[in-house]
C-alpha cells in the first residue's frame, strides 16, 4: 500500500510492504575488506533495464550496469583504476540520422550505474547499444533495438494494452489502487456529472474535468485555481502517445490537499474524484503527484532534481556524513516552527531552519530565515528530518532516494525509515538514537533506498496512471460524453514530433 500523509498527498510508488534485501548481498567491501580488489570482469559483469527494450518508449530510456569482479562479487563502490565503462548508441543503419543525448554514467556509489539517454528522433531500422570496460563488451553487449524505436514526442500508441503493460513489465496489480476502488464498485457518469460541480468547483475552485474518447483528449476547468492543469495534461498526453486509452470521464483535483471527506457508509456516499493528493480520512483515487511526473517527463532537459539525477548525488559517503538531523522549508506547518526552535535548542543534534515565510510570518523576526540550498546539499547530513507541510511533503520520495536516513512523522516504523510523532516530542530522542546505533540505521536508511529505486522508476508511474483510468473505465455506468464547454487537448505538432508511426494507415496524401 502507498503510504499517504496524515493530511497530505499520496507519497507516491513507495509501498513501504516491499521486500528489499540489500544486507545479504555479497560484496567486496563486506567479504574482502582486506584484500585488493580483484579485476572487473566485463563479461561477468550485469546489464539490464527498460532502456534495452525497443518497444519500451519513455522520455528518458534508462538501465542499470553492476559491475562484478573476476570471482564472481559485486563491487560495492565504483571499481578501482582507470578503466572505466562506457556507452554508444547509435542508429543501426547509417542512412538515419538522429539526435541522441547520453551523458555520462550516474554512478550510484554502490555495485551499480545508472545510464539514461534521451532520443531527439525516431529509426525505423533500430538502435545499436554498445557497453564497454576497457575496450572489451559488457554482459551481452552489443545489445540490439530492432526498430522502429520511438522518441518521447511520436504520437504511435499500442492497440493492445497488454502488449504495452508487458513492454514495461507493468505489475499485475497495485495495492493502493485496490483499496482505493473498493469503496467504489460502480460509477455512475451522469451523478458525477451533476454533483462534482456544485460540491467542489464552486468551493475548491481546483477541479479539472476531463473525458477521453479515441484516444483523444478533451477538458473543463471548473474553478479558478486550475492553471496547474498543464500538467496533469501533459501526463494524459504522454501516456496516450503511449498507448491507447480507454474511453473515460472523470474529475481531477490538482490542489495540494484531498477533496472527497465522505465515508463509504455515508448517505449520499462519496464521489470517486482523482486527485493528486490523499489522506486517511478521504476518497479521492490517488494518483503519483505532479512533481514527480513533471520531472520525468523533463529529465535531462528541463530539470535536475528528478528521480534519476538524485540517484547520482547523494553527497558523501556514510561514514563522512554530518551526524545531525536536517530540513529546510517553508513555514507551511506549525510543527517546522517547533522543529526550527528544537533545532536553536539542540544545535549538536539538529539543523533545522525555515527558508521561506507565509503562514507565519509574526516569527521570523524570532527564528530567523535560512538561505536556500541545492537539494544533493541535503545529503551531506546523516539524517533527513522530513515534516509534513500543508499537504505531505513533496520530496519525501527525492530524500528516499538518498542514502541518509529518513526520518518521517508516524508512518510504516523501523524498515526504510525511522518514524517520530507528529508533534515532535521524540525527535531529539530519535536523533540521539541513530547517532548511538550507527550500524542499525546505515541499514534501515539502505532498505528505504533500495526500496526507493525500486518502486520509483519512472516507467511506473506510466503504469500506474494507466490502470487507474483502466480500473476507473470498468466501473463507469453511463457512456463518457464531450460537455458543452470542453475544449480538444492536442497533442504538440511541430517539428519535435515528427515520426513514422507503423500503427497508423498512411494518409491519402502520402499514398
Same mark, same amino acid.
Given at each position: 500500500?502507498?503510504?499517504?500523509?496524515?493530511?497530505?498527498?499520496?507519497?507516491?510508488?513507495?509501498? /513501504?510492504?516491499?521486500?528489499?534485501?540489500?544486507?545479504?548481498?555479497?560484496?567486496?567491501?563486506?567479504?574482502?575488506? #582486506?584484500?585488493?580488489?580483484?579485476?572487473? $570482469?566485463?563479461?561477468?559483469?550485469?546489464?539490464?533495464?527498460?532502456?534495452?527494450? #525497443?518497444?519500451?518508449? /519513455?522520455?528518458?530510456? *534508462?538501465?542499470?550496469?553492476?559491475?562484478?569482479?573476476?570471482?564472481?562479487?559485486?563491487?560495492?563502490?565504483?571499481?578501482?583504476?582507470?578503466?572505466?565503462?562506457? @556507452? %554508444?548508441?547509435?542508429?543501426?543503419?547509417?542512412?538515419?540520422?538522429?539526435?541522441?543525448?547520453? !551523458?555520462?554514467?550516474?554512478?550510484?556509489?554502490?555495485?551499480?550505474?545508472?545510464?539514461?539517454?534521451?532520443? *531527439?528522433? +525516431?529509426?525505423?531500422?533500430?538502435?545499436?547499444?554498445?557497453?564497454?570496460?576497457?575496450?572489451?563488451?559488457?554482459?551481452?553487449?552489443?545489445?540490439?533495438?530492432?526498430?522502429?524505436?520511438?522518441?518521447?514526442?511520436?504520437?504511435?500508441?499500442?492497440?493492445?494494452?497488454?502488449?504495452?503493460?508487458? $513492454?514495461?513489465?507493468?505489475? +499485475?496489480?497495485?495495492?493502493?489502487?485496490?483499496?482505493?476502488?473498493? =469503496?467504489?464498485?460502480?460509477?455512475?457518469?451522469?451523478?458525477?456529472?451533476?454533483?462534482?460541480?456544485?460540491?467542489?468547483?464552486? %468551493?475548491?475552485?481546483?477541479?479539472?474535468?476531463?473525458?477521453?474518447?479515441?484516444?483523444?483528449?478533451?477538458?473543463?476547468?471548473?474553478?479558478?485555481?486550475?492553471?496547474?492543469?498543464?500538467? $496533469?495534461?501533459?501526463?494524459?498526453?504522454?501516456?496516450?502517445?503511449?498507448?491507447?486509452?480507454?474511453? =473515460?470521464?472523470?474529475?481531477?483535483?490538482?490542489?495540494?490537499?484531498?477533496?472527497?471527506?465522505?465515508?463509504?457508509?455515508?448517505?449520499?456516499?462519496?464521489?470517486?474524484?482523482?486527485?493528486?493528493?490523499? +489522506?486517511?480520512?478521504?476518497?479521492?483515487? @490517488?494518483?503519483?503527484?505532479?512533481?514527480?511526473?513533471?520531472?520525468?517527463?523533463?529529465?535531462?532537459?528541463?530539470?535536475?532534481?528528478?528521480?534519476?539525477?538524485?540517484?547520482?548525488?547523494?553527497?558523501? #559517503?556514510?561514514?563522512?556524513?554530518?551526524?545531525?538531523?536536517?530540513?529546510?522549508?517553508?513555514?507551511?506547518?506549525?510543527?517546522?516552527?517547533? /522543529?526550527?526552535?528544537? $533545532?536553536?535548542?539542540?544545535?549538536?543534534?539538529?539543523?533545522?531552519?525555515?527558508?521561506?515565510?507565509?503562514?507565519?510570518?509574526?516569527?521570523?523576526?524570532?527564528?530567523?530565515?535560512?538561505?536556500?540550498?541545492?537539494?544533493?546539499?541535503?545529503?551531506?547530513?546523516?539524517?533527513?528530518?522530513?515534516?509534513?507541510?500543508?499537504?505531505?511533503?513533496?520530496?519525501?520520495?527525492?530524500?528516499?532516494?538518498?542514502?541518509?536516513?529518513?526520518?518521517?512523522?508516524?508512518?510504516?516504523?523501523?524498515?526504510?525509515?525511522? !518514524?517520530? &510523532?507528529?508533534?515532535?516530542?521524540?525527535?531529539?530522542?530519535?536523533?540521539?538514537?541513530?547517532?548511538?546505533?550507527?550500524?542499525? =540505521?546505515?541499514?534501515?536508511? &539502505?532498505?528505504?533506498?533500495?526500496?526507493?529505486?525500486?518502486?520509483?522508476?519512472?516507467?511506473?508511474?506510466?503504469?500506474?496512471?494507466?490502470?487507474?483510468?483502466?480500473?476507473?473505465?470498468?466501473?463507469?455506468?453511463?457512456?463518457?460524453?464531450?460537455?458543452?464547454?470542453?475544449?480538444?487537448?492536442?497533442?504538440?505538432?511541430?517539428?519535435?514530433?515528427?515520426?513514422?508511426?507503423?500503427?497508423? &494507415?498512411?494518409?491519402?496524401?502520402?499514398?
Amino acid at each position: 500500500m502507498l503510504p499517504r500523509g496524515a493530511r497530505g498527498c499520496l507519497q507516491p510508488a513507495l509501498l /513501504l510492504g516491499a521486500a528489499v534485501l540489500w544486507a545479504s548481498r555479497q560484496s567486496f567491501s563486506e567479504a574482502a575488506a #582486506a584484500e585488493p580488489p580483484p579485476a572487473v $570482469s566485463a563479461e561477468r559483469s550485469l546489464v539490464w533495464g527498460p532502456g534495452l527494450r #525497443a518497444e519500451a518508449t /519513455l522520455p528518458v530510456r *534508462y538501465f542499470w550496469l553492476q559491475a562484478v569482479g573476476s570471482d564472481g562479487r559485486n563491487f560495492t563502490r565504483s571499481p578501482p583504476g582507470n578503466a572505466q565503462f562506457e @556507452v %554508444k548508441i547509435k542508429p543501426i543503419s547509417p542512412k538515419e540520422v538522429v539526435q541522441i543525448h547520453v !551523458p555520462k554514467f550516474v554512478d550510484r556509489n554502490d555495485d551499480s550505474f545508472l545510464m539514461r539517454y534521451r532520443l *531527439y528522433g +525516431s529509426v525505423k531500422e533500430g538502435l545499436k547499444v554498445e557497453i564497454l570496460y576497457g575496450g572489451a563488451h559488457v554482459a551481452e553487449s552489443p545489445y540490439i533495438l530492432k526498430g522502429p524505436v520511438y522518441h518521447e514526442y511520436c504520437e504511435c500508441p499500442e492497440e493492445d494494452a497488454q502488449i504495452w503493460e508487458k $513492454s514495461l513489465s507493468c505489475p +499485475s496489480e497495485h495495492p493502493q489502487i485496490t483499496e482505493d476502488f473498493a =469503496v467504489f464498485p460502480s460509477i455512475d457518469l451522469q451523478r458525477m456529472f451533476d454533483e462534482v460541480p456544485p460540491r467542489f468547483a464552486q %468551493k475548491m475552485g481546483a477541479i479539472v474535468h476531463y473525458t477521453v474518447i479515441g484516444n483523444r483528449i478533451y477538458r473543463r476547468s471548473l474553478g479558478k485555481y486550475t492553471d496547474f492543469k498543464m500538467f $496533469s495534461d501533459e501526463m494524459l498526453l504522454s501516456l496516450a502517445r503511449k498507448v491507447h486509452l480507454p474511453d =473515460v470521464e472523470f474529475y481531477l483535483n490538482v490542489a495540494d490537499w484531498p477533496a472527497e471527506h465522505r465515508k463509504a457508509n455515508d448517505t449520499p456516499g462519496p464521489l470517486p474524484i482523482l486527485s493528486w493528493c490523499g +489522506s486517511l480520512d478521504s476518497a479521492d483515487l @490517488v494518483l503519483p503527484t505532479y512533481d514527480v511526473t513533471h520531472s520525468t517527463l523533463e529529465t535531462l532537459r528541463g530539470v535536475t532534481n528528478d528521480l534519476l539525477s538524485i540517484q547520482g548525488n547523494t553527497g558523501p #559517503a556514510w561514514d563522512n556524513k554530518t551526524e545531525q538531523g536536517f530540513f529546510r522549508g517553508r513555514d507551511s506547518r506549525e510543527e517546522r516552527l517547533q /522543529l526550527v526552535q528544537l $533545532s536553536k535548542e539542540n544545535p549538536e543534534l539538529l539543523d533545522a531552519g525555515i527558508t521561506g515565510y507565509f503562514f507565519f510570518r509574526e516569527k521570523e523576526a524570532e527564528l530567523g530565515k535560512a538561505p536556500l540550498m541545492g537539494f544533493f546539499d541535503f545529503f551531506k547530513y546523516k539524517y533527513q528530518v522530513s515534516i509534513d507541510g500543508t499537504v505531505a511533503a513533496y520530496r519525501f520520495p527525492s530524500l528516499m532516494l538518498g542514502d541518509s536516513l529518513v526520518i518521517k512523522q508516524e508512518l510504516a516504523p523501523w524498515t526504510h525509515y525511522v !518514524p517520530v &510523532k507528529r508533534n515532535l516530542e521524540d525527535l531529539l530522542e530519535r536523533i540521539k538514537w541513530a547517532k548511538e546505533n550507527d550500524e542499525e =540505521v546505515r541499514k534501515i536508511a &539502505k532498505e528505504g533506498q533500495a526500496a526507493a529505486r525500486e518502486l520509483l522508476q519512472p516507467h511506473r508511474f506510466y503504469c500506474y496512471y494507466f490502470k487507474v483510468f483502466q480500473k476507473y473505465a470498468e466501473r463507469q455506468a453511463g457512456r463518457p460524453e464531450i460537455r458543452d464547454g470542453m475544449e480538444f487537448v492536442p497533442q504538440p505538432d511541430d517539428r519535435t514530433s515528427v515520426c513514422s508511426c507503423h500503427r497508423k &494507415k498512411p494518409s491519402k496524401e502520402e499514398l
